[in-house]
């Protein structure tokens, strides 16, 4: 967060056993209420989450476990907007937002693996674009995938 005063708050209980009566959820130990309280520019708000897991009813873990978790969702979120403009996708017809959203992640999965040419995502999206040779390099490292479809992807087919 920029130019704020952010406090968080955990509450965590392993009491759950009213919550997994037909243990339908291998694993779940505890269940926990992240409270975020924001100060920006003198206005505060406040943000509960809710959350059920397989870690114990440690506060402090818990609330760690939560901030990595939305640090490397931000990440992910920043990466597939400024390499791929996600934010101006205007795909709205049935899944294909959707849709555009899996293909942005598996190519930007791909082209983060190669780890041979040292650009940012963007710039080897941009070059998979326009290098044949290098699209197919990066496709044929993941060969489950079709090299024409992803190639057509990562070189700036969008909405």
Known sequence: ??????TRRC?????????????????LRSMAMVEATREIDGRVSLER??????LPADRKRINEAVR??????????????VAF???QCRARVDNAAQNFTILRRIVSNLLR????TKVGIKNKRLKAGFDEHYR?????ECSSFDAIA??????????
Do not use: F, P, Q
């Open 150 to 159: 992803l190639g057509e992807i990562a070189g700036g087919i969008d909405s």
């Open 11 to 27: 509450v965590a209980t392993d009491m759950i056993d009213w919550l997994d009566e037909d243990g339908k959820w291998a694993g």
């Open 1 to 6: 967060m920029h130019g704020g005063i952010e």
């Open 136 to 140: 197919a390099r990066v496709c044929l």
């Open 113 to 116: 693996a190669d780890k041979a």
């Open 85 to 87: 403009g996600e934010d």
């Open 49 to 54: 989450r809710y959350y059920i897991n397989s």
């Open 68 to 81: 990595a978790h939305w640090a490397i969702e931000n990440s992910m979120h920043w990466v597939l907007d």
